[in-house]
């Protein structure tokens, strides 16, 4: 029998004697994805695995590296930001409906999976996608908000989006992104310590390795944020030439590797990450070089996921890049320019961070008291876009997999 029978574009198919997988292809932000129903998806690790590498076009063999890959036969598309997938259900808290996500970060030149952290940019597409699929109601019009708890992190996020007159949703444009797009606000709920459970992961403002001084912060994401001139950067720089720079690629992969040593960062199974796992991971701890802004926003990035420059900036990097420039003693606070000093009252406070794309506006919510600041939620703006909606055909799934995906065929 089918996991959903109420839903049946939900469901695999079998067309033309060969499996086929319903997803969504969605933008959120800056990034590119898959959306899954958790439902429809198998519980046991390798048969689950074995699906998302076939969805994306990358290896099935773990860790053997496939240097430029094109992912050619799924949807992965090289770089980072374009090769996540999300698994969401829906759950009841308190009586109220909330997404449950989980987020699988994958790369085109390993079959290795990622599931230690969420994405900020992509968690914007998954109102829209409940929406679409129907597994959350639709209002008829006016604004409608759901929360989602992501299992990766253990953070809260509050999505909102405004359905108008005419049915459609409320449109805003991005930075990154060219033209208008459905609108979400996201609210990221109590942030501080995502990962490592402490605001600053190391105990200090500022830690010094080698020659260089950095700034470790966990909010909403554990990020490595150094000083661009300590690299010999402004943080202005194209990415390309970031990129292909050698040396610098080589300094920073050495400094998030000690720093993420520092912070105590761990594995999914709870096993502290050793050095050679830092230096090889896609997703932890994210790293930032800073300088001082040229004039729209209040402080200047150039931020790394870590192994590849983004082209713009993360969310979840630019809420932990916001939080500590609000933090007096870390390198962020030092550069960052216009941004008022936090009250004992807690109030609202405008971050805008120009980064390669124009300026990602950021509000935190923070109050000052004797233990020091205490930051209750983080909120971002982002645009999402359903890209398709359908069934992938599966023509090398392994035998155990094409069996779990028949008997589940509607």
């Known amino acids: 029998m089918p996991l959903l029978p109420a839903l049946p574009d939900l469901v695999p198919r079998v067309r033309f004697g060969v499996p086929e997988y319903p997803l969504h292809h969605l933008r959120g932000g800056t990034s590119t994805g898959l959306v899954l129903h958790a439902a429809a998806v198998p519980a046991e690790p390798p048969l689950r695995d074995e699906l998302l590498q076939h969805l994306l076009g990358v290896p099935l063999d773990g860790e053997a590296p496939l240097p430029g890959n094109r992912q050619v036969t799924g949807l992965g598309r090289g770089t980072p930001t374009s090769n996540k997938v999300f698994l969401v259900d829906v759950e009841q808290h308190q009586g109220q409906a909330r997404l449950v996500s989980t987020l699988a970060q994958l790369a085109g030149g390993h079959g290795l999976i990622d599931w230690s952290v969420n994405c900020g940019n992509m968690s914007s597409a998954l109102q829209l996608w409940g929406l679409d699929t129907g597994v959350i109601e639709a209002p008829a019009i006016g604004m409608h908000e759901i929360a989602i708890r992501n299992t990766n992190t253990g953070v809260v996020t509050t999505s909102r989006m405004e359905r108008r007159q005419d049915g459609s949703f409320a449109d805003t444009t991005i930075p990154g992104v060219r033209g208008s797009y459905p609108q979400v606000d996201l609210f990221l709920q109590q942030p501080v310590g995502a990962k490592t459970g402490r605001l600053l992961p190391t105990g200090a403002t500022r830690n010094r390795i080698g020659r260089y001084t950095v700034s470790c912060v966990d909010v909403a994401v554990p990020m490595v944020i150094a000083l661009a001139s300590e690299l010999g950067k402004t943080a202005h720089e194209p990415i390309a030439e970031l990129e292909a720079d050698a040396a610098f690629m080589q300094a920073i992969r050495a400094l998030w590797s000690e720093a993420g040593l520092l912070m105590g960062l761990r594995r999914r199974d709870g096993q502290p990450m050793t050095r050679e796992e830092l230096e090889r991971s896609e997703t932890i701890p994210k790293f930032c070089i800073v300088g001082a802004a040229n004039g729209a926003g ?70 000052q008291s004797d233990a020091g600041i205490e930051i209750s939620s983080a909120a971002y703006r982002r645009s999402a876009q359903i890209l398709l909606r359908g069934h992938m055909p599966l023509y090398r799934a392994s035998a155990e997999l094409k069996a779990w995906l028949l008997r589940q065929a509607w």
């Open 298 to 367: 209040n402080i200047a990035v150039r931020y790394f996921t870590p192994q590849s420059a983004h082209a713009s900036l993360a969310v979840s990097g630019g809420c932990c890049l916001a939080a500590a420039c609000l933090i007096p003693g870390t390198v962020a606070h030092a550069l960052a320019s216009g941004v008022p000093a936090v009250g004992a009252q807690q109030a609202d406070i405008a971050v805008g961070i120009e980064n390669p794309a124009g300026v990602l506006d950021t509000t935190i919510v923070a109050r």
